[in-house]
């Protein structure tokens, strides 16, 4: 059973460029999380979605982030015009189907460093 | 609200002891919480979950207690081993799926 993927591991980019970060989510899950991780910091939510639909975006910065989960293929953040601030562990989390909170699980993370 | 920290809170225990770490959360309309393991370079790891319509659970080497009075949070970690030195989170769902995570406690197993 494959946990939450997440692609690439590390990321390295310069002001200004686009960062794209992957998530598939565990099989059988249809909710994604997105999560932000500072250096001895909690995780701090950003985006929640289903299957192409964006249930919850209220921990997303207003410009330059976006998140997709198509009907095929794994979940996209998306950092355009990417800046120094924006260095920092991304998590996706997946969880399954259903009307009752589930438990999240958590892939291995993108490690986003911008020069 | 959420927590925000440059220094992570630490706990040293020896080899062996019990260990018990607190978390206090802040919205007294959570319904369930859950703790994390992360592991230095990884994800979360799920330990243990609990709804507030309890107030312990146990699970293998691992307790989890619930006062919803004070809303606080513990883990109790029996036994403590090596393995389990890591950072650990409490997390509160805040309605539609969204997770709110604590500041996070260091612990570090002595030999």
């Known amino acids: 059973n494959a946990g939450v993927m997440q692609n690439p591991r590390h990321l390295v980019r310069r002001r200004g460029q686009e960062a794209r970060l992957r998530c598939s989510p565990m099989?059988?899950?249809?909710?994604v999380y997105w999560y932000r991780q500072l250096p001895e910091e909690g995780l701090k939510f950003m985006v929640y979605?289903?299957?192409?639909?964006?249930?919850?975006e209220s921990g997303m910065p207003k410009e330059r982030f976006s998140a997709e989960f198509p009907k095929e293929g794994p979940s996209i953040l998306r950092i355009q015009q990417v800046v120094r601030g924006d260095s920092a562990a991304y998590f996706c989390?997946?969880?399954?189907?259903?009307?009752?909170?589930?438990?999240?699980?958590f892939g291995p993370g993108t490690r986003l460093l911008v020069l | 609200g959420e927590s925000v920290g440059l220094h992570l809170p630490t706990l040293s225990v020896q080899e062996g002891d019990n260990s018990i770490i607190n978390c206090a959360y802040s919205?007294?309309?959570?319904?369930?919480f859950i703790w994390y393991k992360q592991e230095s370079g990884k994800g979360p790891q799920f330990i243990i979950d609990?709804?507030?319509?309890?107030d312990k659970r146990q699970g293998q080497r691992v307790t989890v207690l619930l006062n919803k009075t004070v809303k606080h949070l513990s883990l109790q970690i029996a036994a403590t081993q090596p393995g389990d030195s890591a950072v650990y989170f409490c997390?509160?769902?805040?309605?539609?799926?969204?997770?709110?995570f604590g500041q996070g406690t260091r612990l570090t197993i002595n030999p």
């Open positions: 099989k059988g899950h249809s909710h």
């Open positions: 979605l289903q299957k192409e639909n964006i249930i919850d």
């Open positions: 609990i709804r507030s319509n309890m």
């Open positions: 989390a997946s969880s399954p189907p259903g009307a009752s909170k589930e438990t999240q699980y």
């Open positions: 919205n007294s309309a959570s319904d369930y």
């Open positions: 997390a509160e769902n805040w309605g539609a799926q969204k997770l709110v």
